[in-house]
DNA sequence: CAAAACCGTAACAAATCGGTAACAAGCTCC
DNA sequence: GGAGCTTGTTACCGATTTGTTACGGTTTTG
């Protein structure tokens, strides 16, 4: 779950904000002045922080200025009354990300936030786990504890078909429609094949778990208990 | 230099656009409906995109919605006279960045673009590290240990392309685009004999790590380590 | 309990894909 | 205009991958 920081010193503000995005879905950390929102960014290093311009003891520009220094590059979107050009020159100067003016649409603050988290997420790379093993898309490999395993192309399709397909049970002719294509003249008894050399590498140890589960007659369940 | 995409039907406010980022010292390509625009974004991939929403051909949203189809992440901020909530966050979740509404400061136009891009440059390497080797973007060489390694325009387009994406599979496809450009009509066995004498530049001796690995039917993968 | 159905797997043949050399066309710099 | 470099294409070859089949073991069924 997406972490927010949202440093503000009007409380009412401040509970508007933290209800609509914990009920968003997101973590809601808050801070009612500068220094505990200091603290708290550089402590709990949230995914995005909403600041307030004007608050006690630091003020939001300054915040800005200081979590920039220390290297940390979540989003920032700084929230205030003040609609001068000038200072919002300032903000996005010192290293904020986006400038939002009070009062503004709290849907349109839910969005902004959203679409930077979404371009960090999109970043991250997808993978897949099940026991020691790591199936990672991106980079398409299979590692068990950092040890690289080498899959042919279809081994590899076979083996992301399964893991999307967790826990459910699959027919021969889903597989083959799947990993091999809805017009391919493949035969039933070659997915036996593919799963053999499969299972050899992953389930070859004595006491390595059982993932791939034969089903009679239907097909093949791949589980990663 | 930075270069920018304008993306406006109105030519009055187009060369205003123009006239104030060019003087602030980007490269300003313009482009007056949406299919003219698109082309643009794909083909001189910019640094950062400047989009009107209500364009000709094709409007806004689509152009957003189809250069993040093809995976391309520069900025997006887009230009409109609308301010409605619902068009702002149709907007952001279609992969826009910023969302500016007419009539807007040109200062604070110039700020928030400025503020992507310099997030952009912070993150941008000026040289690669991997081996023995230094790939120094700036001064545009190859180095094994102090010792310059000749590398013609593609190789070097290739190699910058290949640790930019370190660790990730990479489709011919894909190579293809960021290279080649998407709209050439160079073969997929081009690449292979691009990375056969790239190969025999940085993987010559024997008992040199092997860095640009082979993915059958997929592409290439670069790892440094 | 025997026959049938089904699956695991080894062996083999065929197909596919990538590495690379050779060559032609383009380009650049004299 | 020509030498030399760069780029793109093609063809051949070898290695890997893939699909099929056959044999044997196990489970189900009658």
Redesign the pocket.
Same mark, same amino acid.
């Given at each position: 779950m997406e972490t927010i920081l949202i440093i503000e010193d009007d409380s009412s503000m401040l509970r508007g904000l933290t209800d609509n995005f914990a009920y968003a879905g997101y973590n809601v950390l808050t801070a009612s002045d500068g220094e505990k929102g200091l603290n708290a960014a550089l402590d709990a290093k949230p995914d995005l922080i909403l600041l307030d311009i004007m608050l006690p003891k630091i003020n939001g520009y300054e915040i800005c200025r200081l979590i920039r220094k220390e290297k940390l590059d979540m989003p920032i979107i700084m929230l205030t009354a003040k609609g001068e050009e000038s200072d919002i020159i300032l903000g996005l100067n010192l290293g904020a990300d986006d400038y939002v003016t009070k009062p503004f649409s709290i849907k349109e603050l839910l969005a902004r936030a959203a679409a930077f988290l979404r371009r960090r997420k999109q970043k991250e790379k997808d993978s897949y786990k099940f026991g020691d093993f790591v199936l990672d898309i991106s980079a398409r490999k299979l590692t068990k504890k950092n040890e690289e395993i %080498?899959l042919?192309?279809?081994?590899f399709k076979l083996l992301e078909f399964f893991l999307k397909k967790q826990g459910k049970a699959l027919t021969r002719d889903e597989i083959l429609n799947a990993v091999?294509g809805y017009n391919?003249?493949?035969?039933h008894?070659?997915i036996?094949?593919?799963?053999?050399t499969l299972?050899?590498k992953i389930e070859s140890g004595p006491h390595s778990p059982v993932f791939i589960h034969?089903?009679? %007659?239907?097909?093949y369940k791949f589980e990663s208990i």
């Open positions: %080498e042919s192309p279809k081994e091999w391919s003249f493949t035969g008894r070659s036996d094949r593919f799963v053999t299972r050899n034969t089903l009679r %007659e239907i097909g």
